[in-house]
C-alpha cells in the first residue's frame, strides 16, 4: 500500500505545474477543445478480438529485421527487443523504441542521426546534415522509450494541462533517466497532418511532440486518440553500453533490432511485457529462417 502511495506521490510532483514554474505539457490559454474538456475516464477496456488479429498479422507480416548481437543496426526509428537473459530492472522483458541518437556536449543536447562507424558519424540539424569525424569531446548517446510499460495513471490525472479526450489515454514509463521530463509520440504528423510536430523519426512513421494541436485534432474528430502515446521519463546508452548490451549473447538469444509497424510502437492496450513477447517470438522465426 505503501508503495503506490509514494508512486502517486511522485507522479502528481513530477507533473506538477510548480515543478521548476513549469508543467511537462504547457498548454497555453488559447486552447478551446470543440468537444467536452470534462470526460471520465474509461477504468479497463478490454482487448477485442478483432485487435488481436490485427496485431499478430502486424508482427507476422510488418516487421523488418535489421539483426542482433554485434551485427544489430542502431538507428532513430528502430525497436531493440531485449534477450531472456537481461536482468536490468528496467531492461527486462522490454522492447525500446530508439527516437534519438546524437551528441552530448554536457548540455543534454541529442541530435538525431546514424552512427555510420566508430570515427564518423553523420548527424541532422535543422535539415543540414553534418559529418562530424573528431569525437574526442563528445559522446554518442541513443535515447529510447520502452513502450509497454504501463503505469496506473492517465496522462490528465498527472498534468492538468492535458485536456479533452487525450487526457484519457494511459501513461506509460519509458525509463529510468529524464527527471521530470514526459513526451508525446503519435503517427499523425508529416506536412498534411493535423499534429504539428518535426521531423519523422527515421522510416517509422512516428513523430514526436504537438501536444496542443494533438488536443485539438482528437476534439474534432480528425484523429483518434489512439494515434498518440506518452511516456515519462526514457532510457539512455552511451555507445559503450549499447556495445556491451548487444555484445551479450546466452543460448543464441540476444539484443535484436527490429522496424516495425507504427501501430505496434503506439498501441496503448499492452500489459507488461506484452509486447516484448510478441516480438521476442518473432526474432527467434528470424533467426530459424532460411
Known sequence: MASHVIAAALFVLV??????????FCTPKSYSPSLTTTVKRIVALKKSDSSTTDSDELIENGIRYLGSGPDAIVRPGV?????KHEYDHFLMKSAVFVYAIGLDDNQDMVIR???????????????????????????ILCKGVIIDHPTAFT????????MGSISNNLLFRGGNSGGDTAMMLHSAGGPHGPIQS????????????????????????????????????????????????FASLEDGDAWASLEVPSELVLDSDLERGEMWSKLHNAVKRFRISP
Open 15 to 24: 507533473f506538477s505545474p510548480l515543478r521548476r514554474g513549469v508543467s511537462a
Open 79 to 83: 525497436v531493440l527487443v531485449a534477450p
Open 113 to 139: 542521426g546514424i552512427v555510420t562507424d566508430s570515427r564518423r558519424i553523420q548527424v541532422q540539424f535543422q535539415n543540414v546534415v553534418y559529418s562530424i569525424f573528431n569525437l574526442t569531446t563528445y559522446y
Open 155 to 162: 496522462v490528465g490525472e498527472m498534468s492538468p494541462n492535458v
Open 198 to 245: 518535426g521531423d519523422m523519426i527515421g522510416n517509422s512513421g512516428i513523430y514526436e511532440g504537438g501536444i496542443v494541436s494533438a488536443m485539438e485534432a482528437v476534439d474534432s474528430g480528425l484523429i483518434d486518440a489512439s494515434h498518440c502515446k506518452f511516456f515519462f521519463n526514457y532510457m539512455q546508452f552511451r555507445e559503450l553500453e549499447l556495445d556491451d548490451m
